[in-house]
């Protein structure tokens, strides 16, 4: 460590081109005490009268092109003065002046510029001096230095992200699962034999009292199905509707969706035997089944019986008028024989009787109804006979219907449920054995009184069903067109 002391001047090795050179530890100015560590180029401490240097000092420059060129960090341990040799108070700033620096308040550095020159002041005279032209406006002071932004902490490093994993490869679509069967058809599962025996057919068991399918008028129904389940109060309630004729549709089908087989009864009444029932039937449609196969039996009730609406006033139609009578029969009375020559009296004899006249035409032939005809004269045809049972027309038989000469017109209501409270049946004449098809009077009457005259016997009046078919095909196809839009 190389030491100067007061007076003291270096030459020789010390000084290299007029300079001074320290290769090798500190150079101390100052007190003999000075001390200082191997980073310390130059120290200076108090105590010594240190004389300013003419030439540029540079700390960590090469070259310094200023007094005192530093590159690096300054540290001051005491205050720093300016070129007044004022150290500056608490909150100013070192501002340069362009001569020097000084230290001034923020706030007045920030805003006041410098006092421009003031104007030449006029003489005084009589005569008003001409007033100094304006000082120039000083220039805008120097704006406070900005206080030092503490140093940002430095940002943790951003942590790399993991690679994007490789997707994992599409499972394979597994194969279609395969359909499921069709269930069977809906309704109470029993099993058909065909004994026609009115027994207990057995559990689970459903048979006929014939085997011809449209012979069939009785079911004999176990009291439990093919599930071992009780269904005698579902039986009871077979018959419970008012209407007599027709107590509901009972549906005997294959179980199986893939069977063919549909039966189609009306049920008439209920009875109950010991294990089983007894189902009287009517036929309606459908083929027997086979013997073991298996079904199903729903039941549909029919509707209850309609109150019997109010008997309707009908006015008694004007009485028509009488038709002439007709004129007495063109029939000739035959000519009367001439009298016989009257014989004479005595022993001749007596004349014979003469011959009877003809009888004279009579109208029409056997079994034909006789008419006047346009010439007002009797007259038979062909086209219209009576054999005394069946009267028969070639042509066409009308009835008055014109609108004028009927009164409280209605629709006919609830035709289809009153169609289906009759019975159309075959039957033997008593008089004769002729067969024939139609109604019984008796039954028509209960649903339609007036179509049914006379008391014995009772007629028909078979026409007027007409009507009634019209309008109980307009309510079925009604209930066929809702089925097929639903």
Excluded at 202 to 207: K, Y
Excluded at 444 to 464: M, R
Aim: proline fraction near 2%; charge should be negative; include cysteine.
């Amino acid at each position: 460590m190389a030491k100067l002391k007061s007076g003291t001047r270096i030459y020789g090795d010390g000084v290299v081109d007029n300079k001074l050179q320290i290769t090798d530890g500190p150079l101390l100015v100052g007190s003999a005490t000075s001390t200082g560590t191997e980073s310390q180029r130059l120290q200076v401490t108090g105590g010594a009268s240190f004389v300013g240097i003419a030439f540029s000092v540079g700390i960590g420059v090469t070259n310094p092109t200023r007094a005192l060129d530093v590159n690096g960090a300054v540290r001051f341990r005491d205050a720093l003065y300016d070129f007044n040799n004022a150290a500056g108070s608490s909150g100013s700033v070192l501002i340069t002046t362009g001569v020097g620096v000084s230290w001034m308040p923020v706030a007045t550095a920030a805003l006041q510029g410098v006092q421009g020159i003031q104007g030449i002041q006029g003489s005084d005279a009589v005569v008003q001096g001409i007033q100094g032209r304006q000082g120039i406006t000083g220039t805008q002071g120097t704006q406070g230095i900005q206080g030092i932004t503490g140093t940002q902490g430095i940002q943790g490093i951003q942590g790399i992200t993991g690679t994007q994993g490789i997707q994992g490869i599409q499972g394979i679509t597994g194969t279609q699962g395969i359909q499921g069967i069709i269930g069977n058809r809906g309704g109470i599962p029993y099993t058909f034999s065909t004994t026609t025996t009115d027994s207990d057919p057995g559990a689970g068991v459903v048979r006929y009292n014939n085997t011809t399918i449209g012979s069939v008028t009785q079911i004999f129904i176990d009291n439990t199905d093919s599930l071992s389940n009780t269904q005698t109060g579902w039986y009871d309630t077979w018959d419970d509707s008012t209407n007599t004729t027709s107590e509901g549709y009972l549906y005997i089908t294959s179980a199986s969706s893939s069977g063919t087989t549909v039966n189609t009864f009306f049920v008439t009444s209920v009875t109950a035997a010991t294990g089983y029932y007894k189902i009287a039937v009517t036929f309606v449609s459908g083929p027997l089944p086979t013997n073991n196969d298996t079904l199903s039996v729903s039941f549909t009730r029919t509707g209850d019986r309609g109150v019997q609406g109010t008997t309707g006033t009908a006015t008694q139609g004007i009485q028509g008028i009488t038709g002439g009578s007709g004129a007495p029969g063109s029939a000739v009375q035959g000519a009367t024989g001439a009298q016989g020559i009257q014989g004479t009296t005595g022993a001749g004899t007596q004349g014979a009787q003469g011959g009877q006249g003809s009888v004279g035409p009579v109208a029409g032939s056997a079994n034909q109804v006789v008419f006047k005809n346009s010439s007002n004269n009797p007259a038979g045809s062909a086209n219209l006979t009576f054999d005394g049972t069946n009267l028969t027309c070639g042509g066409t038989v009308t009835a008055n219907s014109d609108e004028n000469i009927k009164i409280n017109v209605t629709t006919i209501e609830n035709a289809l449920e009153k169609v289906l409270n009759l019975r159309g049946v075959e039957f033997d004449r008593k008089a004769d054995g002729v067969h024939s098809i139609g109604f019984i009077a008796q039954e028509v009457e209960k649903v339609f009184p007036d179509l049914v005259f006379g008391t014995d016997p009772k007629s028909i009046a078979y026409q007027n069903f007409v009507a009634i078919l019209v309008e109980a095909i307009k309510e079925l196809n009604q209930k066929v067109d809702r089925l097929t839009n639903n």
